[in-house]
């Protein structure tokens, strides 16, 4: 993000792309369990791989915000 933008904005942004990601990759994951079999365990791995990137996503920002 750029310089100018203000906390509300890097706020919302993490407001949305946290629960997003895990969303997201529960969704995926589950789409991916049933057209491989393998059910609701890939809809679990598919939402704590979700967290997990949101985690990283939340630490990269931390850093950039370190640097700033």
Known sequence: M???TGGWA???YLGVMFPALVVGGYLLGG???????WGDAAAFGGGALGAVLAF???FRWAARKDVE
Request: aromatic share 6%; charged share 20%.
């Open 2 to 4: 750029a310089k100018s």
């Open 10 to 12: 890097q706020a919302v």
């Open 31 to 37: 789409v991916a369990g049933r057209w491989l079999g």
């Open 56 to 58: 990283v996503e939340l």
